[in-house]
């Protein structure tokens, strides 16, 4: 809300009171809320909790738990202090990221950022690759921030009373996590985190924030430039086969009257004059 003119479909899902609720608001409402939901499930219920809402891979595949796919996110309540940073990034960089692209614009990416990694986790289990009950809702948050710093790579931001561009900031978080899963031998939070800054930059990019990757862009605007033509080509072809079929059938009236039409012929003549009166109304 402090950098650019907003999208114009940057506008609230709902009111509630008067409040605009927003993409983002509602996404972080329900982040707070399946924390505060869980940490009270594990007081009373223990931590097997947490195994019910973990990604696994045998659980999504063999048992149908699709749930899964999206409960992996919720943080664990041991998590509290990263949960409330967490949160203040979702909330600061989430907003300027939706209202830059608009909220269905930014539905789309933050589903993917929640969905992609997890179906190639599923995906990979069977050639080795195992996520038991993995839990982890950091991965989706840094794509949102990785979004918000290709979209505006020159903001300076002060984070713990450090101040750096946005581009900055994103390369050194990008390398401390990786160092932190490297060490820990985590590679699947690694692959996480790597996917969903993937997803948030190319996400920009598709969208035509950001610099780098012309030629991606490039190849993408030319594939929609040849699909146009094709489709205008088809299009005139078929107007041309439409008029010579109208010409055949009115020299056919001329000849021999209107009583020697089919009722193909009648058909085609009738929707002929349905689209001339269409076109002569607007």
């Not at 009270?40 to 990604?55: D, H, N, P, Q």
């Not at 300076?156 to 978080?173: D, G, Q, S």
């Not at 001329?254 to 193909?264: C, D, F, I, Y």
């Amino acid at each position: 809300m402090l950098y650019h003119e907003q999208s114009e479909d940057y506008r609230p899902l709902f009111w509630v009171q008067g409040r605009p609720i927003y993409v983002n608001t509602l996404i972080l409402v329900l982040h707070v809320l399946t924390f505060t939901i869980t940490a009270l499930a594990v007081s009373f219920l223990g931590a097997g909790v947490l195994g019910a809402i973990g990604l696994g891979n045998y659980e999504v595949v063999h048992y149908g738990q699709i749930w899964r796919l999206v409960s992996y996110i919720i943080f664990p309540p041991d998590t509290a202090i990263m949960f409330i940073f967490a949160m203040g990034f979702l909330f600061y960089f989430g907003r300027q990221v939706e209202q830059f692209v608009g909220r269905k614009t930014y539905i789309n990416i933050y589903a993917a950022l929640v969905l992609v990694p997890a179906i190639l986790l599923c995906l990979l289990g069977p050639i080795g690759f195992w996520p038991e009950n993995y839990l982890g809702g950091y991965g989706s948050i840094f794509g949102v921030f990785i979004a918000f710093a290709t979209i505006y790579p020159g903001v300076e931001i002060c984070i713990w009373f450090v101040n750096l561009t946005a581009k900055h900031w994103a390369y050194a978080l990008l390398a401390v996590l990786s160092l932190a899963n490297i060490a820990y031998h985590d590679w699947i939070s690694l692959g996480v985190l790597w996917c969903d800054a993937a997803i948030g930059y190319v996400g920009m990019r598709l969208v035509g924030a950001g610099r780098g990757m012309a030629w991606f862009t490039d190849w993408l605007e030319a594939k929609r430039t040849q699909r146009l033509a094709r489709t205008r080509n088809f299009k005139v072809l078929q107007d041309q086969q439409t008029n010579e079929s109208i010409d055949a059938i009115l020299d056919k009236i001329s000849k021999h009257g209107v009583g020697s039409l089919n009722a193909r012929e009648r058909a085609s003549l009738e929707r002929a004059r349905t689209k001339l009166i269409q076109r002569d109304q607007r």
